[in-house]
């Protein structure tokens, strides 16, 4: 696990220099997944170790956001002036997104015959 | 009496309190998301953020106060975007047959992520640093606060507008993908992950591990296709204004 943990905070930070060198507009993390990734496929196994603790660490995601969530306390002001503005625009544009990503994926599968339920 | 308001001055300010705080009030919402049966509008995240904001509230603490407890759970988001890459490969035989659909997919995501939400925003009467703030709302977090930052908006609001985003695209993600006859677990957790990022990927995890490694491939897409289109449409609406 303490292994896995420095495999993970290495690719990071090996992710978080290629991004300060390259003034890469993309965040280190990022950088590191891929990374990570071309290092599996380059290696074509997963340690057991690594599978179990990413697993672990993906399954509670949500938590992870739940500190800068409640950065909203800051926001008293601004949000009692513009919060309808604010909440209808991510609701919507939020809805637009996932319908409009979902819909584009589908229709260019069933063209190409990919979806077998299509035929 | 005033040995209890003692501990409680010692403790508030000790990054301990808030660290154990923000983990059980989790904890309770995953048990209530649990015992509802997987309510959506019991969503862990939303319970967990609006239950910790009022107890800031109540007690009159800084957010600077909270966030220096709570910012070991924050710092794990970069290892477990790192992490994202174990899906990632256990998937990517998929991924291979899909390129075409996800490319075009992630472009028209993208596109309508960023300029739905500004023009909604601009149309609703929102001030410029707000428009401007919302453009970066469905990238991970780290990235839209880094966008935000260079385009003039409020980082720390763009971090809210971003939590926002994955909470009500995890709430009703889901049912909106089903109302649409969206099938294919691939398909969905993609979707999630471009319009929802990191919570929407959370959710995508519930749904199946296919699903959760496309959210998480579109956490990663979505990031780097956001932080280059979000600058060029700006200098696009400054040149036509």
Same mark, same amino acid.
């Given at each position: 696990?303490?292994?896995? /943990?420095?495999?993970?905070?290495?690719?990071?930070?090996?992710?978080?220099?290629?991004?300060?060198?390259?003034?890469?507009?993309?965040?280190?993390?990022?950088?590191?997944?891929?990374?990570?990734?071309?290092? /599996?496929?380059?290696?074509?196994?997963?340690?057991?170790?690594?599978?179990?603790?990413?697993?672990?660490?993906?399954?509670?995601?949500?938590?992870?956001?739940?500190?800068?969530?409640?950065?909203?306390?800051?926001?008293?002001?601004?949000?009692?002036?513009?919060?309808?503005?604010?909440?209808?625009?991510?609701?919507?544009?939020?809805?637009?997104?996932?319908?409009?990503?979902? /819909?584009?994926?589908?229709? /260019?599968?069933?063209?190409?015959?990919?979806?077998?339920?299509?035929? | 009496?005033?040995?209890?308001?003692?501990?409680?001055?010692?403790?508030?300010?000790?990054?301990?309190? %808030?660290?154990?705080?923000?983990?059980?009030?989790?904890?309770?919402? &995953? %048990?209530?998301?649990?015992?509802? @049966?997987?309510?959506?509008?019991?969503?862990?995240?939303?319970?967990?953020?609006?239950?910790?904001?009022?107890?800031?509230?109540?007690?009159?603490?800084?957010?600077?106060?909270?966030?220096?407890?709570? &910012?070991?759970?924050?710092?794990?988001?970069?290892?477990?975007?790192?992490?994202? =890459?174990?899906?990632?490969?256990?998937?990517?035989?998929? +991924?291979? &047959?899909?390129?075409?659909?996800?490319?075009?997919?992630?472009?028209?995501?993208?596109?309508?992520?960023?300029?739905?939400?500004?023009?909604?925003?601009? %149309?609703?009467?929102?001030?410029?640093?707000?428009?401007?703030?919302? =453009?970066?709302?469905?990238?991970?977090?780290?990235?839209?606060?880094?966008?935000?930052?260079?385009? @003039?908006?409020?980082?720390?609001?763009?971090?809210?507008?971003?939590?926002?985003?994955?909470?009500?695209?995890?709430?009703?993600?889901?049912?909106?993908?089903?109302?649409?006859?969206?099938?294919?677990?691939? +398909?969905?957790?993609?979707?999630?992950? +471009?319009?929802?990022? @990191?919570?929407?990927?959370?959710?995508?995890? &519930?749904?199946?591990?296919? =699903?959760?490694?496309?959210?998480?491939?579109?956490?990663?897409?979505? =990031?780097?296709?956001?932080?280059?289109?979000?600058?060029?449409?700006?200098?696009?609406?400054?040149?036509?204004?």
């Amino acid at each position: 696990m303490i292994a896995v /943990l420095a495999v993970l905070l290495a690719f990071q930070l090996l992710g978080e220099a290629i991004a300060q060198v390259g003034h890469l507009p993309v965040p280190g993390p990022v950088i590191g997944m891929v990374l990570l990734f071309l290092a /599996l496929q380059w290696h074509s196994a997963l340690p057991e170790s690594l599978r179990t603790t990413a697993q672990t660490l993906l399954s509670h995601l949500s938590l992870l956001f739940v500190p800068a969530g409640v950065g909203v306390i800051q926001y008293g002001a601004l949000l009692a002036k513009e919060w309808l503005a604010l909440t209808i625009a991510v609701l919507l544009s939020t809805i637009l997104t996932i319908a409009m990503t979902a /819909l584009v994926m589908h229709v /260019l599968m069933h063209r190409n015959g990919a979806d077998p339920s299509d035929d | 009496m005033t040995d209890l308001i003692n501990m409680w001055v010692y403790l508030a300010t000790s990054p301990l309190l %808030w660290l154990t705080i923000t983990l059980l009030v989790y904890l309770a919402g &995953q %048990w209530l998301f649990q015992r509802s @049966g997987g309510r959506a509008l019991l969503n862990p995240v939303a319970l967990a953020i609006s239950l910790l904001a009022l107890l800031l509230l109540l007690t009159g603490t800084p957010y600077a106060t909270y966030f220096s407890g709570a &910012q070991f759970i924050h710092f794990l988001l970069g290892p477990a975007t790192v992490a994202l =890459a174990v899906p990632l490969y256990l998937h990517w035989k998929r +991924v291979r &047959q899909l390129f075409l659909p996800l490319a075009f997919g992630l472009l028209a995501g993208s596109l309508t992520a960023i300029l739905s939400a500004m023009g909604i925003a601009w %149309w609703l009467g929102g001030s410029l640093p707000t428009v401007l703030s919302l =453009a970066p709302k469905s990238v991970t977090t780290p990235v839209a606060m880094g966008i935000a930052e260079k385009i @003039g908006g409020l980082p720390s609001l763009t971090a809210v507008i971003v939590i926002l985003t994955g909470v009500i695209g995890a709430v009703a993600g889901p049912a909106l993908l089903d109302w649409l006859r969206i099938r294919d677990d691939a +398909v969905k957790g993609f979707a999630l992950g +471009v319009g929802a990022h @990191g919570i929407g990927t959370a959710r995508a995890f &519930q749904i199946s591990g296919l =699903a959760g490694a496309f959210a998480g491939l579109a956490i990663g897409l979505n =990031a780097l296709l956001t932080a280059l289109l979000v600058p060029a449409i700006i200098r696009l609406l400054h040149w036509l204004a």
